[in-house]
């Protein structure tokens, strides 16, 4: 039995609107897993969910043993961390640290200790005595995660923590983020529609869409095994190139370009998907294109251009010399193309 | 240059309303520095006179009304409890009023939200007969509680408590809930100290609504034991610099709660933290 688990949670708000759909999963303890989507596909809700912040439609969810559906938050053992932070404006940093132990009746004494260890942890300790309000994005986000931390709950749960940073202190609570999971061995959920974050945080990472997961695998397996045309757009940056074709005889047909896709395939409506780096550029290539636009990028550098009215792009590295208007001339092998049934959008 | 001359104008003006308001108040408490004799032979005075502690002190411990059974000191007493009363009163059933509105699944709680306002269109004045009957009925004619009770719910205070409340984000909530609290620690927790300058504002204009009710102890007070302030200037009936010096000190006590609650009244009014 898995530390926490969903079990087909439906949820369905009071107006009709369907935002998590029949969704099953299992998560060990330790794990820091990353729910990624577009906005509004319902990862915050179930997010929530497992808080005891939203009411469950249908299904169930146990932690540890206990089906939680019907416990209060409070006695959930849980921690969240909020995209705003939500700290409590009108106590010092102390006092936000520790209102939820005094709730839980503990001592003062062993709250000064825990307090003043995490804030030494999370370096805030300076900090203690200030008010929200006259702390800077990044110490908040630090005294959100000290609320948390300083529970020593079960879970923690990060709802689009970082989303309110700058690029650089973004990077940064990122990777403190993750050392302090590791470190603690704490199950993490972590909320994210950044999938920068999601493959760099998680050690599994569920691609939710319309209520629905999508795929849940390894950073690696989702890249490299994308199950469905979504996860293939959504995950990779710069996205996945995916060309409308008809597959004959295990042949792609894209415009008048041919693929030997190396099996007897025969799909009448699908699409060809290539990784923009997995692009292999060479002179003796066999497809020719024109390079439309070249964005430099620094050590790379992307080419966008056109096989019949399809666009797509290919990353390669910025030492080699080619401008906007050359041609260039390419290959796509079929054992790093995935392909998909349009019909469904699932993975052939 | 030019911001100079528009600070000069700028002060130019302030200074013109402030002699506006202060000189009238300043001419009464001038004159009422002098003996009665005096102002009526050389009409109102701008100078101070050297009669301060005798007037001031007779009328405070004069016993006067019509059959002289309270004294000055007696109506600020009954003032400063009736207003205090009020204020705390409202300040308290509006706070829990909102709080219930806002934070509990009440059904058609905007509903019941206006029909609190609506009662903003039935003041005490028009109330008045059956509020009387109600508190004759309860043995409150002659009681604190008897002229307090009555005024002691507000509908603004509700409306800017309820108004507060529903700036609050729901993360606060949602974050306070997963760190134990229940309905009750998160009102005395959180929406109390976060509301203090709120309370603050509502405190004072309460306190002065209730400080300047005339017509209500009026009519809920048959005996001279119960006399307010207000109720005092309108049959104070002495010379004239009594008159003068009852009136100042009739200002004393709103003043002296503005000036204490000012700061927080201040950032109340514009609740900006």
């Known amino acids: 039995m898995s530390f926490l688990e969903l079990q087909n949670i439906t949820k369905i708000y009071p107006n009709g609107t369907k935002a998590v759909n029949e969704t099953s999963l299992n998560i060990d303890n330790g794990e820091f897993v990353v729910f990624v989507g577009p906005s509004g596909c319902g990862k915050s809700t179930l997010l929530r969910m497992i808080a005891g912040l939203e009411d469950i439609t249908n299904g169930e969810i146990s932690l540890d043993g206990n089906v939680i559906n019907n416990i209060d938050p409070s006695e959930r053992d849980v921690a969240m961390v909020f995209q705003n932070y939500a700290l409590y404006p009108h106590m010092s940093v102390f006092n936000n640290m520790a209102y939820g132990l005094k709730n839980r009746g503990i001592s003062k004494e062993e709250i000064n200790n825990k307090v003043n260890d995490v804030a030494k942890l999370l370096e805030i300790d300076q900090l203690l005595t200030r008010k929200p309000s006259m702390l800077s994005g990044g110490q908040r986000q630090r005294v959100a995660m000290g609320r948390a931390i300083v529970r020593n709950p079960k879970i923690f749960l990060f709802d689009e923590p970082l989303s309110n940073l700058d690029a650089k202190l973004r990077n940064q609570m990122r990777l403190e983020i993750k050392r302090l999971q590791r470190q603690m061995g704490v199950t993490s959920i972590f909320v994210t529609h950044d999938q920068t974050e999601a493959m760099t945080l998680g050690d599994r990472i569920v691609v939710i869409n319309n209520g629905v997961v999508e795929q849940v695998g390894t950073p690696k397996e989702i890249y490299s095994k994308p199950n469905t045309k979504f996860v293939a757009e959504f995950i990779g940056s710069p996205q996945m190139n995916l060309f409308n074709c008809k597959i004959e005889n295990g042949i792609a047909h894209i415009a008048d370009m041919r693929i030997n896709l190396n099996n007897s395939a025969n799909i009448d409506d699908a699409s060809l998907g290539i990784r923009p780096d997995d692009i292999l550029i060479s002179d003796n290539g066999q497809h020719t294109c024109v390079a439309n636009l070249v964005e430099y990028l620094g050590s790379d550098m992307i080419i966008y251009s056109k096989i019949g009215d399809q666009e797509f792009s290919c990353k390669l590295s910025s030492k080699i010399n080619l401008n906007a208007g050359d041609t260039f001339k390419f290959d796509i092998s079929n054992t790093l193309v995935h392909l998909f049934d349009n019909t469904n959008g699932s993975r052939v | 240059m030019t911001k100079y001359i528009s600070s000069t104008i700028n002060h130019f003006i302030l200074s013109i309303g402030l002699l506006i308001m202060v000189v009238p108040i300043w001419i009464i408490f001038a004159s009422s520095t002098h003996s009665s004799l005096f102002i009526n032979t050389n009409g109102l005075q701008f100078f101070l006179g050297d009669n301060f502690i005798d007037n001031y002190s007779r009328v405070l411990f004069k016993q006067s009304g019509f059959f002289n ?59 008045i007969m059956p509020s009387y009957i109600v508190m004759s009925k309860l043995n409150l004619v002659n009681t604190f509680a008897g002229l307090i009770l009555p005024i002691s719910a507000s509908a603004i205070a509700t409306f800017f ?40 504002a509502v405190f004072i204009f309460m306190f002065v609504f209730g400080y300047n009710q005339y017509l209500w102890p009026l009519i809920m007070t048959t005996s001279e034991q119960y006399w307010t302030v207000v109720m005092g200037l309108k049959t104070m009936y002495g010379s004239i610099s009594d008159r003068f010096a009852f009136v100042i000190m009739s200002m004393i006590p709103p003043v002296i709660i503005i000036i204490f609650l000012q700061k927080l009244f201040i950032q109340g009014i514009f609740q900006n933290k």
């Not at chain 2, 705390?88 to 019941?112: D, N, P, R, W």
């Not at chain 2, 408590?161 to 529903?166: D, H, I």
């Not at chain 2, 306070?176 to 620690?185: F, H, Q, R, Y």
């Open chain 2, 69 to 127: 059974e309270i004294t000055a000191l007696k109506m600020f007493l009954n003032s400063f409890v009736m207003a205090t009363g009020i204020a705390t009163l409202s300040v308290i059933t509006s706070l829990m009023t909102a709080y219930g509105l806002v934070y509990f699944k009440v059904k058609y709680a905007t509903f019941i939200f206006w029909l609190i306002f609506i009662t903003l269109l039935v003041p005490l004045e028009l109330r």
């Open chain 2, 161 to 200: 408590f309820r108004q507060f409340y529903k700036s609050i984000p729901d993360e606060l909530l949602e974050a306070a809930k997963l760190d134990g609290t229940n309905s009750w620690s998160f009102f005395i927790d959180f929406l109390i100290p976060l509301s203090k300058t709120m309370i603050a």
